[in-house]
């Protein structure tokens, strides 16, 4: 069964560096997605990316954050310039459609620790 | 408000059947509930969703209450790999795929 793949399983960054989480969706899917999920607490939406640009995104995506499809297997984001606060399980997902019908297709994380 | 009531925690016993509830009182007529579930240290997974008829696929079974206030998760016989966190979502039509995860329901299966 295809799946979305993540890169790396674990990255661990100083305070002030910038970091890019790596995504690979299912290969037919056209939208994209950025969650996350700090130690412990709920899982929280970031981004949604359709056709090369962001579709919505939520209060905690601010200007540090970017996206990015960089070729046609790729997606990735971007943290500027990380904080003690950005570490978290960071998932990608994608869907075939887009709608409250089509599920979403997660990958394992990204578990990111910044010091 | 996109929230959905399910209890913090329950237990079932190998091979037996399991039932998790959830409560989305104020659910529109165009909300579709999902169900995902969350195993230690991955990432969410699609369990099933419906919109009105019950549903079932090769995961679980999801019974909608008639007046959709309401829904159940069926696990028919549970497994020990089936202990996880399970989300109720209720997915707003004017949210697109947007998710919101509330706490879930952590289910522990003895063997």
């Known amino acids: 069964e295809p799946e979305v793949t993540q890169t790396p399983s674990h990255q661990v960054t100083q305070m002030g560096q910038e970091v890019i989480l790596r995504c690979v969706p299912i290969?037919?899917?056209?939208?994209f997605y950025w969650y996350r999920q700090i130690l412990g607490q709920k899982v929280e939406f970031l981004v949604s990316?359709?056709?090369?640009?962001?579709?919505?995104k939520s209060e905690i995506f601010d200007d540090q954050f970017s996206v990015e499809r960089p070729d046609g297997s790729n997606f990735t984001l971007k943290i500027r310039s990380t904080k003690l606060e950005d570490s978290a399980m960071y998932f990608c997902?994608?869907?075939?459609?887009?709608?409250?019908?089509?599920?979403?297709?997660f990958g394992n994380g990204t578990r990111l620790t910044v010091t | 408000d996109a929230k959905t009531t399910q209890p913090n925690s329950m237990e079932s016993n190998e091979e037996e059947p399991v039932h998790l509830p959830c409560n989305h009182s104020?659910?529109?007529?165009?909300?579709?509930i999902h169900w995902y579930r969350q195993l230690p240290s991955q990432g969410p997974e699609y369990v099933i969703h419906?919109?009105?008829s019950n549903v079932n696929n090769r995961m679980a079974s999801l019974a909608i209450a008639e007046d959709r206030k309401s829904s159940t998760l069926i696990l028919h016989r549970a497994t020990l790999r089936d202990a996880a966190v399970y989300y109720c979502?209720?997915?707003?039509?004017?949210?697109?795929?947007?998710?919101?995860f509330g706490e879930g329901t952590q289910l522990t299966v003895n063997p």
């Open positions: 997902a994608s869907s075939s459609r887009r709608g409250s019908y089509s599920p979403l297709h």
């Open positions: 290969s037919n899917h056209l939208y």
């Open positions: 990316f359709y056709n090369n640009e962001i579709s919505e």
């Open positions: 104020t659910i529109s007529g165009t909300d579709y």
């Open positions: 419906g919109l009105t």
């Open positions: 979502i209720r997915a707003k039509e004017t949210s697109g795929s947007r998710l919101t």
